[in-house]
C-alpha cells in the first residue's frame, strides 16, 4: 500500500504554512453561526423525542400538575419525635412560606389529609390538623390512624415528608431545569424553616445535583492540563512537550465545540464525555510522536511526517469505532457518535496538518522530548516477552466473549451516579427506609373506570413483588364503604377544583395513582412496568419520568453494545487489508492481538459484574476506537519486503503511550460523579490490556511462529 500521499500532505502543508492556516480558518467557519450552548439535564430534554413512551408522558404531564417536586425531610434539630405542638408550629411555618415560592404548582403535606363526616343528607371532609390546632387536642392520633401517615412520617415519627411542585420558566441553557428558580426556591424553604433540620430530595434536586456534577467538569479538565504537564515533564522532560500537547487539544476542542453550538447540539450525559475522547486521540498520537524524537533525535516536523500515515489509519479505526453509533435509532447515540468521530478526524488534521506550519514557523518549537530516567524505566519494561505458553493461553481466553455478553450487569439505578455521601443519596436512602421505596411510576386510569373497577386493579398492582406501596387520592379524601358508585365518581372529580385533588385527578378527568418501588434499578423498573402494562390491559397506562429514563437508558446501553460489535469487526477488517498490502505473516497473530483487549475487557466486567451504565456504557466504543492501535503502527512501520522487523523499537512507543493514557484515566477518580470515576477504572484497565495485547501478545507470537 502506498502510504506516501500522506507524508506528502503533511510535507505540503510544512512548506506551505500559509494553506494550513486557510485550512483551519475554514474549519472554524461554524463559529459565525454559533448560538448558546443548550445543557440537557431533565429526562424530558435528553431522552429522543421519537420515544412513543416520552409523548405518551409528555401528553399526559398537560392534564395533571407539573412533574418537577422537591422533597423536603423536616426533622427536630433535637432529633425528638414530633408532637401536635411541633407540628402545628411547623404548619404555621409552611403557611408563610407557601406564598412566596416561586412558580409553585402544588404542595401536598400531612396538613392536607381529611377525615369523612357524613349523614343521610350531607358528607363533607374536614382537616384532620384543625385550623386553630394550637387550641384542640388529639388530632395527632386522628392523623396517626389514616392511611396516608405512612406518606408523611416515618414509623417513630421523628420525619416528616414535605413535597414542593413547581412549574418553572424555561431556561435557554438548562431546558426544563431553571436554575434561579430552584436556587431561589430553596433559599426560601431553608430562611422559611430555619427553626427545624431539612434535607432535600426530588428530580429537582437530582438535576440540580447533575448541574452542579456538570459545573465541576470544568474544574476536572483543569486537573487534566495540569496532569498533561506534569506527566509530559516526567516523561520528555520538558514543560514544551506538555504545552504544546495541551495548545494541539485546544486547537481541535475549539471548533469541535463551535461546530456543535452552530448546530444546535445541546451537551447531555454523553456528550459531555467528548473531551475526553478527544483528550485521549490527542495524547496517544503526540505521544508516539514525541517517543520516536526521544528515540531517533528527529526534529519534531520530520516525526509528524514519519507517523503521518499509520496515524490516519488509527484514527480511521476510531472514527469507525464511534462513526457506527450514527445508525442507531436513539438521537442521543447517534450525536455522540457523529461528533466523536467528527472531533477525532480534527485531532488528525490539527496533530498532522496544521501543527507542522506552527513548527515551520517557529522552528525553536522543533525539539520538545529528551530522554528521561523515566523513559528508560518504561523501555526497559517493554522489551520484556512472554512464555510463549502464557501467550498462547491468554489467546484461547478470547473464546470467553460470546458467552460473556449474556452475563454482562446492565442493571443500574440513575441515583448510582451520585457518590454515597452526597446529600441527595443520604436523603434518598433515609425516604427509602421511611417509606420502603427507592423510586415511583405512575398509574393512569381512563375516565370511563368506575371507583371500584379502579380499586380492584390497584390491588392486583399491590400485589407485584417490586411494589412497596401505592398512593391514591383516598389517602387525603376517605371515602364511606356506604358511598360507592356514582358518588364515589363525583366526590373525585369534585376534588379537582383543589390543589390536592389536582395531583390525582387531570383535565379529563383520569385518575393516577402513584406506585412506589422497592428497587429503583433499571432492570427492575423495565420489568414492574412490563407486568403493571400487562396488569392494564386498555383500562390504564403506566407513566412517569422513571418509565421514561429506564426505556431509555435500556436502549442506549443495547444500542453501544450492538455497536461494539459491529466496530469492532471492522476494525478487523482494517487491520487484515492492511496486512495484506504491507506483505507481513502470519495476519491471526497480528488481527488476534489487536482484538484481544476489546474481547478480555468484556470478560472482565461480566465475570466481575461491573456495573455498565449511561457513563460507563461509552468505554466499549473508545476500547474498540484504540483497538489495535499499537498495532497498526507496527504494521505501518514494518514491511517484510522492505526492512527487518523494528516491533522492539516501536515497544518504548506503545508503553509510554499506555502510561500516559493510564495516569490521565485515573484522574477520572476525582470526578464529582460516581459513574465517572468507574469509567476511569474501566479505562484504565482497557488500556493496560491494550499494552498487553498489542505489545507483548504480539512480540512473544512472532517470536515463536
Known sequence: MNVRCFRKLARFFYRRPAWAIVLYIFILLPCFWSKPPKININTLDFVDSQSEKLKNYKHYLKGFSSD????????????EVWNEH??????????????????????YSPFQVRDFKGSEKEIFFPRVVPQDCRHKNGWLDSLKMKPSHRTFFDDEFKYVILAFGFSPEEDPVYGRYNHEHVKESIGKIIEGMNSWHVEFSGNIIFQKAMKDGMDSMQILNLFFAIAILAIARLIFGSWKAGLLMLGCLFACYLPLQLSMWAFDVPMDPLTVGLFMVLTLAVVEDFVFISSYQVEWKRRGS????????????????TVIGFGSLVFSDLASVRRFGLWTAYGVFLEWVVVFLFFTAILKKFPSLEYWAYPTKLTFIVKKFSL????????????????LTPLSFKHINLNHSPFDILYDTHPFSVTTRKLKQIRGAEAEIEVV???????IRKKELTNRIRTYENIADIEDITRYLPLSPKHEGLLDDMIRRESRLTQLGQKFISEDNEERVFVYLKSGDIKNVNATVKKLEDICQQECQIQGEMVVFAEHTKLLVKTLAESFVISLTLVAIIIGVLLCFRGLRPIWIYLLSAL???CVLVIVIAVFQLPIN??????????????????????MQNSNRKRKDRAEQLSLMAATVTVFMVGLSLLFLFSYFLTTRELGMYLALGFILSLLGDLYLLRSLKSYF
Not at 302 to 317: G, P, Q, V, Y
Not at 388 to 397: H, I, P, R, W
Not at 617 to 629: E, K, M, N, P, Y
Request: hydrophobic share 55%; with cysteine; proline share 4%.
Open 596 to 598: 484481544w483487549a476489546p
Open 86 to 107: 411541633t407540628l402545628c408550629v411547623l404548619r404555621e411555618n409552611v403557611q408563610d412560606l407557601i406564598p412566596i415560592l416561586p412558580r409553585l404548582s402544588h404542595f
Open 614 to 635: 449511561m457513563m460507563t456504557s461509552v468505554v466499549g466504543s473508545i476500547v474498540v476506537g484504540l483497538a489495535g492501535d499499537n498495532t497498526i503502527q507496527f504494521i
Open 384 to 399: 520484556r516477552l512472554l512464555p510463549v505458553s502464557v501467550a498462547v493461553a491468554l489467546l484461547f481466553v478470547m473464546l
Open 68 to 79: 418537577q417536586e422537591i422533597i423536603v425531610l423536616v426533622s427536630q434539630k433535637n432529633g
Open 302 to 317: 520530520r516525526s509528524i511526517m514519519k507517523f503521518a500515515a499509520s496515524s490516519f489509519f488509527t484514527t480511521l479505526t
Open 445 to 451: 386510569f381512563s375516565e370511563y373506570l368506575s371507583g
